[in-house]
């Protein structure tokens, strides 16, 4: 039985700085992985969080849709979401549960290119993310390229362990279809 897909949750993107969130997002952001290189320079985070906005999510919405265009990372500030890849026959089957509190950074490779998604990102419960722009971001490394490469290389390095990942599921899958195939 085919999963149903469903569209991206409504935007409720705010075109203004997280203010209301202060010194709670600016600490978070801090934590997250793909800005570890820049923490420690003066100015460089709180940068960043100035031109991200905020966006709510409601239960059972999809944040990301698998096979769509993006052009935002998303960062799981508060809330539970699950990560769906499809079969070709378009079944879901669950394959990470993000939570809130680990910091996790989700559609990265939208700062760079508007490349279809490869996962289908979903609210358990309402989420709040932190959202970065492409846009917003290119002007952000126009001005500061001294902070935006270590994360545009966090970027890479992210991209490479899935591509990894990948390769090593591949031969796996063929390994065992050969084994099948040989009756072993």
Known sequence: MSAERKQAAPSTFKDQPLETYGSKI???MHDVVLFSDIKNHKGAVEALVSIMGD??????????VEGTNGTEMFILYQGRASVYKSTPQGDEYKVAIFEGEKNIAFGESGLIDADSRSATIRADIE????????KAFERYSTAYPQWALPIYRRIAQSVMTRMKKTNNDMMLLYNALVAEIRGE
């Open 26 to 28: 600016l600490a978070r």
């Open 55 to 64: 966006r709510t999510i409601n239960a059972g919405s999809n944040i990301i």
């Open 127 to 134: 989420c709040h993310c932190v959202v970065l722009e492409r």
